[in-house]
């Protein structure tokens, strides 16, 4: 099992903006409103080198919403630790991580859409996150 499907296992996500797969690829993310999408994907890192560092640098988190895909899983989103901390994930039929995104400033995300294969997440402090729920490193643009 890679690390983030171990963290996974206890519903815990490392304390950075971060686009993370079940593969063990994770990727930083930015919140961006003018971003195709809300954010923007940067550079892929190491989760074992930044909890190498701190092992104790990740958040719980827990769902507010979600949408049940029925044979292709679930989506979900919710809260982290501390109030400003929000998540997004795919998840498998039987709960496991497919992808997950954590944002350290985002508040929680608390209501979620899903048309065709594009989610609509919303948090608590108004940020909005559209991804392609097969690949959500691929930018879907703002509806405006």
Same mark, same amino acid.
């Given at each position: 099992?890679?690390?983030?499907?171990?963290?996974?296992?206890?519903?815990?996500?490392?304390?950075?903006?971060?686009?993370?797969?079940?593969?063990?690829?994770?990727?930083?993310? $930015?919140?961006?409103?003018?971003?195709? /999408?809300?954010?923007?994907?940067?550079?892929?890192?190491?989760?074992?080198e930044?909890?190498?560092?701190?092992?104790?640098?990740?958040?719980?988190?827990?769902?507010?919403?979600?949408?049940?895909?029925?044979?292709?899983?679930?989506?979900?989103?919710?809260?982290?630790?501390?109030?400003?901390?929000?998540?997004?994930?795919?998840?498998?039929?039987?709960?496991?991580?497919?992808?997950?995104?954590f944002?350290?400033?985002?508040?929680?995300?608390?209501?979620?859409?899903?048309?065709?294969?594009? $989610?609509?997440?919303?948090?608590? $402090? /108004?940020?909005?996150?559209?991804?392609?729920?097969?690949?959500?490193?691929?930018?879907?643009?703002?509806?405006?």
């Amino acid at each position: 099992m890679t690390t983030i499907e171990l963290l996974w296992g206890e519903y815990e996500l490392p304390i950075k903006d971060a686009l993370h797969y079940a593969d063990g690829r994770s990727y930083e993310v $930015a919140l961006d409103p003018a971003a195709p /999408g809300g954010f923007s994907v940067l550079s892929l890192f190491s989760v074992d080198e930044i909890l190498e560092d701190d092992p104790s640098w990740v958040s719980s988190v827990d769902g507010l919403t979600s949408v049940d895909l029925g044979e292709r899983g679930l989506l979900w989103g919710g809260e982290g630790s501390y109030g400003s901390e929000g998540f997004i994930a795919r998840l498998t039929p039987d709960r496991a991580l497919i992808w997950a995104m954590f944002f350290a400033e985002s508040n929680p995300f608390d209501r979620v859409q899903l048309i065709g294969n594009v $989610a609509t997440f919303r948090s608590t $402090a /108004g940020f909005e996150v559209l991804v392609d729920i097969e690949n959500p490193r691929n930018p879907v643009p703002l509806e405006r």
